[in-house]
Nanobody, 126 residues
């Protein structure tokens, strides 16, 4: 059974950094497409970053150059390094996975993913 558990959220000031982790079980992260999504209060869930098994990555324009998605295959974990955080980055962040090999365009589409974690809250104050 596939399970995803996020951690690493918290409260930081604008300009700060956080690293989110997504510990996976029931499958091998290196073989799946995986992504990070976020949802702010009153807004729809949006794709932040995604990566497929071939190393193709796709970032939302709003985070490109500030966030980095990566995998640790040895620990079966997905990460999201978030630098230069802004108040508008405040949201619940979710990890997602799918057994399919996604195209670049599909990596930020939530309906492309089959498995979801419970989320971790990120709050950025000005």
């Amino acid at each position: 059974q596939v399970q995803l558990v996020e951690s690493g959220g918290g409260s930081v000031q604008a300009g700060g950094s956080l690293r989110l982790s997504c510990a996976a079980s029931g499958y091998t992260v290196s073989t799946y497409s995986m992504g990070w999504f976020r949802q702010a209060p009153g807004k729809e869930r949006e794709g932040v970053a995604g990566t497929n098994r071939y190393g193709i990555t796709h970032y939302a324009r709003s985070v490109n150059g500030r966030f980095t998605i990566s995998r640790d295959n040895a620990n079966n974990t997905l990460y999201l390094q978030m630098n230069s955080l802004k108040p508008e980055d405040t949201a619940m962040y979710y990890c997602a996975a799918a057994a399919t090999v996604m195209s670049y365009a599909s990596l930020l589409l939530q309906y492309s993913y089959s498995y979801w974690g419970q989320g971790t809250q990120v709050t950025v104050s000005s």
